[in-house]
């Protein structure tokens, strides 16, 4: 996310309904201060949709694991959400798998088209700013390779049964809320004419109460549910895709769709405080956030005072030194891997702690310059009574992503290459034609005497990594439950040197931020968190399940 975008969704509160549930409600002033988490005995999802939690929620309880229900989830957010992730995305996806008791990551973020020419989007070329963001910005889709390989792996329901709701929510439709209506009337008018027809009426679009549906997207998946992945990477949908990119001048070929393939990779991870914290490894840029527990973790967070001068300050030092290292170190592990040894060593923190003035803000000096776009993606978590797990980051890059739609297909193609790092030329996180994409997301989980106890993430672009550190520390140093974390007040990092504060954080803590020398800007809301936890019996059997929405979104947490 960039300092022109900032201008997010007015925040939404969250309450408990029941005993099993927790939805949003809008209008509360002090959102999180009536909330408690959705509880549940058997099995935890938690989306930012309701329908698209209600259909894990469906898997689950017809017998289906984490695994199951994951897919179901990610593919119907891709009908209720469907400017947020989908078939034309990425993600990263970290699984534990309880009878191996092993966490692994699934990565979807693919590789750059070979094609791709990285001047394109850099001056002097003409449009180099439109080059960022339209077809030239698409990059090679993997969210279907993804949740095939996930439910090869580990799937136990048959794979047309997992897309099932989602087909329904395309064919019949579904209530737009006002939430998704502002979305779509921020984008309308750079949407083709074709979609303009069902996410439109009388050449205006939908508004909040009206129903989009989406016939092409339903027949698109029902091609997947019967033909897998392979329809999409090399079969009808990529031909189209093809075509489509070719008719726009875009780099992305049917070639790179068949070469793409969703890989399999090792967390990294760090001790905080005796819990494990397991985020993904490169190529996705979730180590910031772990230099980030790490600096924090040589001060007292709990002495300094939830959300006080003192700890927001220290935050905001330590976030950019974490920002600095992503621009330093990001790069393919195949090609430049950043050196985690050394990042997440204690000898590191120490050394960067060390420098931090405690009672002024210092300069934030960037080893190159910088350039992205603003954050659109979502995060969900599901868990099952077997103990498994699944945090999952999806995306499209920005809203609606490219906001270009092969015709025929109800398919949003992801815009993902505006979320490199043009300049200078052949810098770590430039274009790099046929590298692997560097993406931002942190899905994460905290092992407590071994099994996993919490797990979370959000949306938010360059955010991402900034605001998961300060819903752990919420839990982890302050005791707040999931609702509780997810619905305090954040900061963030936002080049070139602003340090962005929700409003629901005193404004005498701002003032007091800026006279300690942050340029502090006020924000509505950071991220659209999504999280759970797991407590186990004497024999390590899952017992009890809490779960959480954001209440800056219209998420749905609910147990069973």
Not at 60 to 73: E, H, K, S
Not at 168 to 173: E, M, V
Not at 472 to 501: K, T, W, Y
Request: hydrophobic letters at 40%.
């Amino acid at each position: 996310m960039t300092g022109t975008a900032l201008a997010l969704i007015a925040a939404i509160t969250v309450v408990g309904i029941g005993a099993f549930s927790c939805v949003p409600r809008e209008g509360s002033a002090n959102p999180g201060a009536e909330q408690r988490p959705a509880v549940g005995t058997t099995g935890m999802v938690s989306s930012a949709h309701p329908l698209a939690t209600e259909a894990g929620l469906d898997i689950l309880q017809a017998g289906g694991t984490a695994f199951d229900a994951a897919v179901a989830i990610a593919a119907a957010l891709n009908v209720v959400e469907p400017m947020m992730s989908g078939i034309g995305g990425y993600g990263t996806i970290l699984v534990y798998d309880a009878s191996a008791g092993q966490t692994r990551i699934l990565n979807s973020s693919g590789r750059i088209p070979a094609a791709v020419d990285s001047d394109v989007y850099r001056p002097p070329t003409p449009d180099y700013l439109e080059n960022r963001r339209g077809a030239k910005a698409v990059s090679t889709p993997g969210n279907v390779n993804a949740w095939e390989a996930m439910h090869r792996q580990y799937g136990t329901m048959e794979w047309p049964e997992l897309l099932k709701p989602a087909i329904a929510h395309a064919d019949t439709g579904f209530v737009v809320s006002e939430r998704t209506a502002s979305m779509i009337a921020r984008s309308f008018d750079e949407f083709p004419d074709h979609t303009k027809r069902f996410y439109g009426v009388n050449g205006r679009p939908l508004r909040a109460g009206e129903r989009l549906m989406q016939k092409d997207l339903a027949r698109s998946l029902r091609l997947i549910a019967e033909g897998g992945a392979r329809v999409l990477h090399g079969g009808e949908l990529g031909q189209a895709i093809d075509a489509a990119m070719r008719e726009a001048g875009g780099f992305l070929s049917l070639q790179d769709m068949i070469e793409n393939e969703a890989e399999w990779w090792e967390p990294i991870s760090i001790d905080y405080r005796g819990y494990e914290v397991l985020a993904a490894s490169p190529p996705a840029n979730a180590f910031p956030a772990l230099v980030r527990l790490g600096m924090m973790s040589r001060f007292e967070p709990a002495s300094l005072g939830h959300n006080t001068v003192a700890y927001l300050h220290r935050y905001a030092e330590v976030t950019k030194h974490a920002f600095w290292t992503r621009l330093r170190y990001a790069g393919d592990p195949d090609i430049q891997p950043p050196p985690l040894d050394m990042l997440l060593s204690e000898e590191y923190w120490e050394e960067q702690v060390a420098r931090i003035d405690p009672d002024r803000a210092t300069p934030f000096e960037p080893p190159t310059s910088f350039s992205g776009g603003d954050g659109q993606t979502t995060h969900f978590v599901v868990a099952d009574h077997w103990g498994n797990v699944v945090s999952a980051t999806q995306t499209l890059g920005n809203l609606f992503g490219s906001r270009i739609m092969p015709e025929g297909t109800g398919i949003w193609l992801n815009n993902s290459l505006a979320y490199c790092t043009f300049e200078p030329k052949g810098n770590p996180m430039d274009a790099h034609a046929g590298r692997r994409k560097l993406s931002g997301d942190v899905p994460v989980i905290v092992m407590r005497d071994g099994r996993p106890w919490i797990a979370l993430g959000t949306p938010g672009g360059h955010t991402i990594g900034q605001t998961v550190p300060q819903m752990l520390m919420n839990m982890i140093d302050f005791g707040m439950n999931i609702h509780e974390a997810l619905a305090a007040g954040r900061i963030s990092f936002i080049e070139p040197d602003v340090i962005a504060v929700e409003r629901r954080i005193p404004a005498e803590v701002h003032d007091a931020l800026r006279a300690l020398g942050h340029s502090v800007r006020a924000v509505s809301s950071l991220g659209n968190a999504h999280g759970l936890t797991i407590e186990y019996d004497d024999g390590g059997v899952p017992v009890r399940f809490t779960g959480a929405a954001d209440p800056r979104g219209g998420g749905l947490a609910k147990g069973y």
